[in-house]
């Protein structure tokens, strides 16, 4: 069956990199997803990567995709306060978005 | 304006109360989806109207019952819940491509936080 693990906690110092981790199950998952939610909101999509690249960039984040290992990660670079929030994974088998149970970031000043 | 509007925010209803919470998208999608986020559990898929199917979660008690009356409105109706109902009920939006199965990615609304006492 699908199913999408992420560790649940994260803490780092403002300026510091973040890096978030990510595991799936499904290879034929076209693309891959990462959501944000902060607090009292719905999800926001962030950023998504297309099965066939390894790696995409925007701005301060880079996505990492290992097919092989089934391993995505999300790096957010110069991390903020304001990026505090859960972050979820998610893939995209042939159902609906299958989603992991999040991975609380907090942002130390 | 956001692309999906949830109502209410907020809602507190009593077990033997029926409520009905409504979702409407302004993003032209043709896709539309109820979640159930409990604390400390992963984002529960309840429904799905899509490109005229319903696709529904076996796992979802009868006292939810959706409505989807066009591709721009999603309504949930609630009856005779329970206190473990409780939850941030989510509505999505997205635009499927027929023949591509639910490659879009997903436009959520800010959810309607329920409480059943």
């Known amino acids: 069956g699908e199913d999408v693990e992420q560790s649940l906690f994260l803490s780092v110092r403002e300026g510091d990199s973040s890096v978030i981790n990510c595991t799936y199950t499904?290879?034929?998952?076209?693309?891959l997803y990462w959501y944000k939610q902060e607090p009292g909101a719905g999800l926001q999509l962030l950023t998504y990567?297309?099965?066939?690249?390894d790696m995409k960039q925007d701005q301060r984040l880079t996505v990492l995709l290992n097919k092989k290992d089934k391993h995505l990660s999300l790096r957010i670079a110069d991390t903020q306060t304001g990026d505090s929030a859960i972050y979820f994974c998610?893939?995209?088998?042939?159902?609906?978005?299958?989603f992991g149970k999040g991975t609380r970031l907090s942002v130390i000043a | 304006e956001t692309g999906v509007t949830q109502t209410p925010r907020h809602l507190v209803m009593g077990m033997t109360n029926k409520k009905s919470l409504k979702c409407e998208q302004h993003?032209?999608?043709?896709?539309m989806y109820w979640y159930k986020q409990s604390a400390k559990k992963p984002l529960e898929l309840m429904f799905v109207y899509s490109l005229e199917e319903r696709v529904e979660n076996n796992s979802v008690p009868s006292r939810f019952s959706p409505e989807c009356p066009n591709s721009s409105h999603l309504f949930l109706h609630l009856h005779t819940l329970q206190p473990e109902d409780s939850a941030l009920y989510l509505c999505?939006?997205?635009?499927?491509?027929?023949?591509?199965?639910?490659?879009?990615?997903?436009?959520f609304g800010n959810g309607t936080r329920l409480t059943v006492t």
């Open positions: 998610a893939e995209s088998p042939n159902t609906p978005l299958v």
């Open positions: 999505a939006s997205s635009q499927e491509v027929s023949g591509s199965s639910y490659n879009s990615p997903l436009h």
């Open positions: 990567i297309f099965s066939n690249m």
């Open positions: 499904d290879s034929s998952s076209t693309y």
């Open positions: 993003l032209g999608h043709n896709a």
